[in-house]
């Protein structure tokens, strides 16, 4: 993905500005925030590990060596889509918008407008698909929201789809291996995952206006806001990893 790209096309263009720097990067449904923390416990401990200067090869759990997820891993992470589930995704996240801009009650309701009449899910495909993620499993959903976030924090712009998909694959392993998740229905599984899309929607279009319109006070809030989500509700510091072709490792 690649952030001038991305910036044009996103639904979010509209949200930049009536939602705050910091509310664009650092708030997000509560419900998904306390969901993140159950099902990614497995990668808090391992970013807890590296930061005590544990080593890759000792430590680094099998979710994330290398190689493709087995087929019933990809069956654990996959959901069929319903469009009820789409649509309250939609309302939850317009209502949330609502409570948490600065916009006034003309602008929120143009917001509300054009979130509920948008395909999220078909424009967050559009933007992923050149590094081979796809809608219909929450591994890929979780991966690219997460590269996003960690492209942000380290002022990156880009990245390479062989790194898109070693992060996905490293993300389905931990999602797979975690049974409070394998337990959620389709629907649950949806849910997760089109909430992710919508914030990494938002997320990209906050960092691609800082982008465009070289913006390095915005840029720099924007990355220590990613660091501090991740830092604060998982437990990860971002700026302590990189990307390698199996996922995410200590820097």
């Known amino acids: 993905m690649t952030i001038r790209w991305l910036q044009p096309l996103l639904i979010a263009a509209a949200l930049v500005g009536a939602v705050p720097a910091h509310a664009q990067m650092f708030e997000g449904l509560p419900q998904q925030i306390a969901m993140t923390n159950l099902l990614l416990q497995p990668a808090i401990d391992s970013a807890k590990r590296a930061a005590r200067g544990e080593t890759e090869a000792t430590r680094r ?33 317009a209502d949330w918008l609502r409570s948490s801009t600065s916009a006034d009650a003309a602008q929120k309701q143009r917001i509300r407008q054009a979130l509920l009449n948008a395909d999220f899910v078909g424009q967050w495909s559009a933007a992923v698909r050149a590094d081979g993620l796809r809608a219909g499993d929450a591994a890929d959903a979780l991966g690219a929201y997460w590269l996003l976030n960690w492209m942000i924090a380290n002022g990156r712009t880009s990245n390479t789809g062989a790194e898109a998909r070693a992060v996905r694959d490293q993300c389905r392993a931990l999602l797979a291996a975690n049974p409070q998740f394998t337990r959620l229905s389709d629907a649950q599984r949806q849910e997760m995952a089109e909430i992710w899309m919508l914030n990494f929607l938002l997320h990209a279009a906050a960092y691609g206006e800082a982008m465009s319109g070289k913006d390095p006070a915005t840029l720099g809030k924007l990355g220590d806001a990613a660091t501090a989500r991740f830092r604060n509700e998982m437990g990860v510091d971002l700026r302590r990893l990189r990307v390698t072709l199996t996922g995410f490792v200590p820097a």
């Open 61 to 93: 759990p099998a979710a994330t060596r290398r190689g493709p997820a087995p087929p019933a891993a990809v069956a654990a992470t996959g959901y069929r889509s319903s469009p009820s589930v789409t649509a309250r995704v939609r309302r939850q996240f």
